[in-house]
């Protein structure tokens, strides 16, 4: 099983610059989102979605925009990198809406440098 | 506005040794309660959950966590810590019906030989 994959694992930006970091999850889940880890500051949820065209805003959304046009994929896009967006980028995803008792599953990450 | 604590960001504990990890959460509806474990370079994985109805609760690798309503936690145990241990440790708690799961700012468990 794939569970939740993300691409790229690396990525190295100059400030200015856009992208689009690719999530998608092969579990039928309803529920998607997107963190933020930064040392010292645990996981802090920057979107999510309970389903295919529902998306709303975490605790740091400023910078960053999401859709979510199918089940499978949530994209995180960067429109104007910014050096306080240098971090790892987690997406995760659970089996309810909203999830409850239901535990994430996550991706192994995408640990961006933004120069 | 709700919350998760853990106490340490560090812990240090001899191979053989009781592993003990702090998680306080703040409100008066005992959420869904929930350790994840990252090892390095990798994504998050849930160690164990509290849901309702027995309050310790056995997870993965030998790990367990008591909920306790009466203190707000729910501190994650093991009796004897194993080198393969090592990693970084997140509590994390949800409510029925919110969309927002909440972590604590991680503590990271070394284990000296």
């Known amino acids: 099983n794939a569970g939740v994959t993300q691409t790229p694992k690396f990525q190295v930006l100059k400030t200015g610059q856009s992208m689009t970091l690719q999530c998608a999850q092969d579990?039928?889940?309803?529920?998607m989102s997107w963190y933020r880890q930064d040392p010292g500051m645990g996981l802090r949820l920057i979107h999510y979605?309970?389903?295919?065209?529902?998306?709303d805003q975490g605790e740091v959304p400023n910078g960053y925009n999401v859709s979510r046009s199918t089940t499978e994929d949530f994209p995180l896009r960067l429109l104007s990198a910014a050096p306080s967006q240098t971090s790892v980028y987690f997406c995760a995803s659970s089996y309810r809406d909203p999830p409850g008792e239901s535990p994430l599953h996550f991706g192994n990450g995408t640990r961006l440098t933004v120069t | 506005a709700q919350s998760v604590t853990q106490l340490g960001s560090h812990v240090s504990v001899s191979e053989g040794a009781l592993v003990l990890l702090r998680c306080n959460y703040s409100s008066s509806v005992p959420p869904y309660l929930f350790w994840y474990v990252q090892y390095p370079n990798q994504g998050l994985q849930l160690l164990l959950k509290y849901t309702t109805g027995a309050t310790l609760v056995k997870g993965i690798n030998g790990f367990e966590a008591e909920f306790k309503k009466s203190e707000t936690s729910f501190h994650l145990t093991k009796p004897s810590a194993h080198m393969s241990d090592a990693a970084e440790y997140f509590c994390?708690?949800?409510?029925?019906?919110?969309?927002?799961?909440?972590f604590g700012s991680g503590t990271r468990l070394s284990i000296r030989p």
């Open positions: 994390a708690a949800t409510y029925s019906s919110a969309s927002k799961i909440i």
């Open positions: 979605s309970v389903g295919a065209g529902i998306t």
């Open positions: 579990m039928n889940h309803e529920y």
